[in-house]
């Protein structure tokens, strides 16, 4: 039962603080749609879309107004393409993603998730053919984000794709340097994908989950750094005691929207998604509360610190307002999407490799990270390589979505609108991986008896 002040205090965070439901996505399972036909397979794919997440959009608004909680983007997550496109035999994806993309725009969401590949122990035929098609459907769709998982802590990490998925994204980043290379912004490589994602670009519906399953992630920088500051220059305890507290009421207001909307669709809740995402919005920010927590611009030392102990805390107050916890569950660091964290880059205290230390214990990466255009594919791959195996060594979920800014260079910047904001071109270590990344193979899985 949710007390009067409770509700009290949900309205302030909602009216003054940012508070928000970040996303509510759908995940619907593809594998029945299977045919060896690819005219036969978009129109079953596009039927059962359409009849499955019909209402989506509708629902969420209707329940953001009964409890006044704004929910930001509806979204649709489905079975990773190249898993259900194989019996076609096609050598090419895209008419797949230009239905996706329809299917999309007719229901309203914002974004569709899937048009992925999980290739951490092999890449089989189907596989190749998606991430072949991934530049030219990235370009000549809006809503349809891509997804490769290239590695896991139990497989190890494919670096045939790896190497190929540098010159993937030098591609996509080509294909849409009219728009500011934003197609490159609607693709990431994870390792340790997490199957119900609720966030995008890496959204997928996994294989092990129901044939539609409702997500939710909950959202609330503000909220946060507005509970940290009653705590200034308090003790490590009682800011992790604050943070937690804070957290457990963010996931309160995010189970009620859940329930409420899955319960009206008539289909299974999945997961609350714990992840503080932040947006271009003064007052929404990530970077803001590691400020807030006592580091004088993000990337200064004590960064990676602050990061560690905020992941934690919301995952330790979340978890226990929610019945089902998932998807990736702690603390984003978009550069282009959080306004101090732009700052911090623009004023050099925060460099891409301060941004790979703070992604060892975070969610998820490096994210939204704008690079030189004329960036090697090979240094790519290399950034990349870098990320996967923090992820795997670690055991968690790590992921890269870089964009090489076709025709820009450090010092300038890009602005893509929207949630994904703006990005200042950020400097890359000007010395070459080739080597390394040309070997290819596949690296072993570590040892985990003798983990230290």
């Given amino acids: 039962m949710i007390s009067h002040l409770e509700i ?29 036909d690819m005219d036969k397979l978009c129109t079953k794919i596009y039927d059962k879309i359409a009849l499955s ?12 107004s009964k409890y006044g909680i704004p929910i930001v983007n509806k979204r649709i997550a489905i079975t990773p393409i190249a898993l259900v496109a194989g019996a076609t035999k096609a050598s090419s994806y895209v008419p797949i993603a230009k239905m996706l993309d329809k299917v999309s725009e007719q229901i309203g969401v914002n974004f569709i998730g899937g048009f992925s590949a999980l290739v951490d122990k092999g890449y089989n035929e189907s596989a190749r053919a998606l991430i072949n098609s991934i530049p030219e459907a990235l370009s000549e769709t809006e809503r349809v984000c891509a997804s490769v998982n290239v590695g896991s802590t139990r ?3 494919n670096m045939d794709v790896v190497k190929v998925l540098g010159n993937t994204i030098k591609e996509t980043s080509k294909l849409t340097a009219d728009r500011d290379s934003i197609g490159s912004a609607k693709f990431v490589v994870f390792c340790n994908a997490a199957d119900d994602n609720p966030f995008m670009a890496g959204a997928f519906h996994g294989v092990g989950q129901n044939d539609v399953a409702l997500h939710v ?36 207001a995010g189970q009620l929207v859940a329930a409420e909307v899955a319960n009206t669709l008539g289909v299974p809740f999945g997961i609350i998604d714990l992840s503080l995402a932040p ?20 990337g200064a030392p004590g960064t990676t610190l602050a990061v560690a102990v905020l992941n934690d805390c919301v995952k330790k ?22 306004h101090a964290m732009i700052k911090a880059a623009e004023l050099g205290a925060l460099t891409l490799e301060k941004l790979e230390a703070m992604s060892c214990v975070c969610s ?61 071109i950020m400097a890359v270590n000007k010395y070459s991986c080739e080597g390394i990344i040309s070997r290819g193979g596949r690296i072993p899985a570590p040892i985990h008896s003798f983990k230290n």
Avoid: Y
């Fill in 8 to 36: 009290l205090e949900t309205n302030k965070m909602i009216r003054e603080e940012n508070l928000d439901i970040r996303t509510v996505t759908m995940g619907i399972d593809l594998l029945d749609t299977i045919s060896d």
């Fill in 53 to 64: 997440a019909e209402n989506l959009v509708k629902v969420a608004d209707d329940t953001a």
């Fill in 155 to 157: 497989t190890g990490i």
């Fill in 217 to 252: 992630g909950v959202s609330g920088p503000g909220v946060v750094k507005k509970a940290l500051e009653q705590v200034k220059g308090q003790s490590f305890e009682a800011m992790c005691e604050c943070i937690k507290r804070t957290s457990f009421k963010m996931t309160r």
């Fill in 279 to 298: 947006t271009p919005a003064i007052g929404d920010s990530i970077a803001e509360i590691i400020e807030e927590m006592g580091i004088e611009v993000t």
């Fill in 317 to 338: 107050g979340g978890v226990m307002a929610a019945s089902r916890v998932g998807g990736l569950s702690g603390a984003f660091i978009p550069v282009s999407e959080d």
């Fill in 364 to 424: 998820v990466g490096l994210d939204m990270v704008a690079i030189p255009g004329d960036t090697t594919a090979s240094t790519i791959s290399g950034i990349i390589a870098d990320e996967m195996v923090i992820g795997m060594i670690n055991g968690k979920t790590t992921a890269v979505r870089i964009i090489p800014v076709h025709g820009k260079g450090v010092g300038e910047s890009v602005e893509f609108g929207g949630l994904l904001g703006r990005a200042p």
